[in-house]
C-alpha cells in the first residue's frame, strides 16, 4: 500500500511540477500575496476531482478491456512516461529557462478564481496527466492499494499548489536563474523514468 501511495504521490508531483501558464499564476497570486489560499485551494481540488475521475472512469468503464491489454497499456504508459522522461533531461541540458512573472495588476476574488479555472480546465494537458495518464497507470493496483495510489496522488497536488503559492516569494529569485531549472527537470526526469521502469516490468516489457 505505502509504494502505492509514494508511486501516486510522485508521478502526481512529477506531472504538476514544470511551469506553465497555471502555476505560473499560482506563483503570481503567491508572489502578491492575493487570494493565496483559495487559488491553491481551487487548484488542488480540481486536480484531485479530475484524478479520482480518471482512475474511477477507466476501472469502471473499461475494467475488463484494461484486463485484457493490461501489459500493452502499461508498456505505452512506460513509453509516454520515458518520452516525458527524455524531454526533461534535453530542457535540463539545452534549455535556459528562467522564471519572469509580471505582479503588477490585481483582482477580486471571484475574477482570480475564474482565471485561475480557465487556465486549469481550457488546458488539454490537464486531462492527459490527471485522467488518462495517472488513471492508466493506477490499473496496477489492486483494491486498497489503488485507493491509496489515488491519495498520493491527490496529496501532491495539495502539497504542490500550497508550497508552490506560500512559497513564492521565497522560489521566485531562486527559479531566475537556469541553472536551477536544471536541477529541477533533471529530478523530474529521474521520477518518470523509475516510475516508467514499475510500469514496463508489471506489463512484462522487462
Given at each position: 500500500?505505502?509504494?502505492a501511495?509514494?508511486t ?12 506553465g ?18 487559488v491553491?485551494?481551487?487548484c ?8 479520482s ?7 469502471f ?13 502499461f508498456?505505452?504508459?512506460?513509453v ?15 534549455s535556459n ?26 488546458n ?6 490527471t ?30 499548489f500550497?508550497s ?30 523509475t ?12
Amino acid at each position: 500500500m505505502l509504494s502505492a501511495f509514494l508511486t501516486g504521490f510522485f508521478l502526481g508531483i512529477s506531472l504538476i511540477i514544470a511551469i506553465g501558464a497555471q502555476n505560473a499564476f499560482v506563483l503570481r497570486q503567491g508572489i502578491i500575496g492575493q487570494h493565496v489560499f483559495y487559488v491553491a485551494l481551487f487548484c488542488a481540488v480540481s486536480d484531485t476531482l479530475l484524478i479520482s475521475l480518471g482512475v474511477t472512469g477507466i476501472s469502471f468503464f473499461l475494467n475488463n478491456l484494461v484486463s485484457e491489454i493490461s501489459s500493452i497499456l502499461f508498456g505505452l504508459s512506460a513509453v509516454w512516461l520515458s518520452g516525458y522522461g527524455i524531454l526533461r533531461l534535453k530542457a535540463a541540458f539545452k534549455s535556459n529557462t528562467t522564471l519572469e512573472i509580471e505582479t503588477s495588476s490585481s483582482k477580486s476574488l471571484l475574477p482570480t478564481l475564474s482565471i485561475v479555472a480557465v487556465l486549469t480546465f481550457v488546458n488539454p494537458h490537464v486531462y492527459l496527466d490527471t485522467m488518462i495518464l495517472i488513471g492508466s497507470v493506477s490499473q496496477q493496483f489492486p483494491g486498497e492499494n489503488k485507493l491509496a495510489y489515488v491519495l498520493g496522488a491527490s496529496l501532491a497536488s495539495f502539497v504542490f499548489f500550497f508550497s508552490l503559492a506560500y512559497g513564492a516569494k521565497l522560489l521566485a529569485p531562486i527559479m531566475k536563474r537556469s541553472f536551477s531549472w536544471r536541477i529541477l527537470d533533471c529530478f523530474i526526469a529521474f521520477i518518470m523514468f523509475t516510475i516508467a521502469f514499475k510500469l514496463a516490468s508489471a506489463g512484462k516489457w522487462l
